[in-house]
């Protein structure tokens, strides 16, 4: 996960906006289709300014907690595996908001969990200490990843209405999927970068 290309993607899946798209709807379903899209938008950017937050300050948090690359490698692999095992078997409770009919989500839960979530969080947080000589292009991947998902999440009536609740299902799954197989490499990498140094 050295590129560009596996930056983005790692962030796109993690974010899940098609794993969002029925909770956004649900949280946004009273309102008028034009307030939608403003409210969407400044969650979005909202989540955006967090995440960048988190990117820049990423180096500073890991000194301050004394944590090592290896550990944060490894803590971070088995975080994603969980997130993605809930992807591909999600749990049967429904989600509540806890909005009143008509009422306005601000910051939370839109921005804060569901896009800027932990888990995307720490994902910075671990690889803006892995790139440090690469911050540009973390910073490109995270603008890609929140463009990607900011499109899906703005068409939201368009996705549902073309791949309904099945296809989007599905989808999520397939992209579960795919996260299994980042976060086993991140973890790999971490166990080999720790026993790395006892050889050296």
């Known amino acids: 996960m050295t590129d560009l290309f596996s930056a983005t993607m ?13 909770i956004f709807m649900s949280a946004l379903k009273y309102l008028e289709p034009k307030r939608r899209r403003i409210i969407v938008m400044r969650e979005l950017l909202i ?27 490894i803590s971070g692999g088995i975080i994603l595996f969980l997130i993605a095992i809930k992807m591909i078997f999600p749990s049967s409770e429904s989600n509540s908001l806890g909005l009143r009919v008509g009422e306005e ?59 309904g609740s099945k296809g989007i299902n599905a989808l999520e799954r397939l992209m579960g999927l795919v996260l299994v197989m980042i976060s086993t490499q991140m973890f790999l990498d971490g166990i080999k970068s720790y026993l790395g140094n006892f050889t050296t």
């Open 47 to 73: 989540a955006l300014f967090v995440m960048l937050l988190f990117l820049f300050a990423g180096n500073g948090i890991l000194s301050t907690l004394d944590l090592r690359p290896e550990t944060v490698s």
């Open 105 to 163: 989500p601000f910051i939370v839960p839109l921005a804060i969990p569901l896009v800027a979530g932990p888990s995307i969080l720490a994902t910075l947080i671990l690889l803006s200490n892995q790139k440090t000589a690469d911050m540009g292009n973390l910073v490109f991947a995270l603008f890609m990843a929140w463009g990607l998902s900011a499109v899906i999440l703005l068409m939201s009536n368009f996705f549902l209405k073309i791949l």
């Open 10 to 22: 790692l962030l796109f899946l993690i974010m899940d906006p098609l794993g969002n798209l029925p």
